[in-house]
């Protein structure tokens, strides 16, 4: 049997492509990685993303922390996690007091129905949570 340079590349793109630590327990280990060891709380900030999206190729979201946001009080950092997705870790936003509201927005990739997770830290060390489930119809990021 003639193995092909072409079923070499599709076999080696495939081995690349699948995404092994996709798993709800690599999702919450990433969380607690970010959080450390910082209680984390329900509230504080909105996840705004579609519940039903047709395509995963693109799925706009927004992200908002109700923070005053000046030098005494605001966000530091809002991350977004994934739990299916070959990486969990979406997007990270630093901000500081001077970006005067703790919104941010993007688009993001979604390979299968899943649930997203967005954290905000703040000034004071605390850490807030927002988790929403989001239905794919048509999948993105992996090859079946």
């Known amino acids: ?9 599709l076999a080696g793109a495939l081995a690349v492509m ?11 280990a ?4 970010f959080v450390g060891s910082a209680p984390l709380r329900d509230g504080r900030i909105r996840l705004d993303v579609a519940p039903l999206v047709e395509n995963g190729n ?3 979201l ?6 005053p946001m000046t030098a005494a009080d605001h966000v530091r950092t809002i991350v977004i996690f994934n739990e299916l997705n070959p990486q969990h870790d979406v997007a990270l936003f630093e901000l500081g007091p001077r ?11 979604l390979a299968t129905s899943q649930k997203l997770v967005a954290l905000a ?5 605390s850490c807030w949570r927002h988790q929403v489930e989001v239905v794919v119809t048509l999948a993105a990021c992996v090859e079946g």
């Open 62 to 67: 927004t992200v908002t922390v109700d923070s």
């Open 99 to 109: 970006a005067g509201r703790a919104t941010v927005a993007t688009r993001i990739r």
């Open 30 to 33: 990433a969380v607690r990685d």
């Open 18 to 28: 699948r995404p092994l630590g996709a798993t709800p327990e690599a999702l919450q």
């Open 121 to 125: 830290r703040l000034s004071d060390g």
């Open 58 to 60: 693109t799925v706009p």
């Open 1 to 9: 049997m003639v193995i092909q340079r072409r079923q070499i590349v």
